[in-house]
């Protein structure tokens, strides 16, 4: 008696499978619908990587020659979105350039922790209590872009592929090749980061 | 715990897992320790409410949109795309 091989494999739904399918039979000419659905995605995902408009298009644009030129060989094990930003990531990494802005470096945990009792906090702060709505404003995201361009880029990327792009951490780790406690460290530091550069804002306010 | 006692150990062990609280990545038990120890001890609380308010807020950044110009640049280099990838 045979027994039926068993497979592990989970069996990815997507929305994008039907479209590449088509595209890897040789519809060559939906090509562009795939551009259309990524393109404002993959335009603010290299623009927050590269920091520069011209960079960002640069980017955008060879994700996309690639994407046609490795296409035949994607295996449907993976969403197709995380294919393609694990592509668009490491064309960003590529394009990298040295920042005074964001220099390269590590984030330790030490440089987020109050060093003097006076500045550990006693009261939750206006900022974090009010509606969210009642908050935001241009001025305010604007600081929060800034501040996002001067994290180095290893806690960059992933506090843009989890907080922004909405990845999961084993996503993130699978775009980025890293282990997910890896992904973990890097974000929480990064978000402490982000937290101290808000902090100081309303503090100055 | 008010601020002057705030240099505890514990509370360094918790600070390190915030993030994953926030994510529901931890398992039940350690959950339970942070919420028995924010309740008590106000800047860990503190801490956590404004690492929460900054993924709100990261959640919200925004998009740019594509520059026009860029957009129609790309979709001529796709159509100037050879009719079958390049074998490779």
Known sequence: MTVPRRTNRKKIKDKDFELIRAINSGQFDRFPELVKRYEQKLYNFSFRMCRDAADAEDSVQETFLNVFKYLKDFRYETKFKNWLYRVAASTCIKKRRKSKFAPERELSLDEFIPQDKAEVPDHVPEWALMPLDKLLNDELLDKLNEAIFTLPEKYRLVIVLRDIEGFSTTETAQILNLSDANVKVRLHRARLFLRDKLKGYFENE | ?88
């Open chain 2, 1 to 88: 715990m008010n601020k002057d006692e705030h240099d505890h150990k514990h509370c360094l062990g918790l600070f390190e897992k915030l993030s994953e609280y926030l994510d529901n990545e931890l398992d039940e038990v350690t959950c339970q320790e942070i919420e028995n120890h924010i309740k008590e001890c106000v800047p860990c609380f503190v801490c956590l409410q404004t690492l929460k308010r900054t993924v709100d807020l990261c959640k919200q950044a925004g998009n740019r949109t594509v520059p026009k110009d860029f957009s129609k640049k790309l979709r001529e280099v796709i159509q100037n795309l050879p009719k079958s990838p390049p074998a490779g």
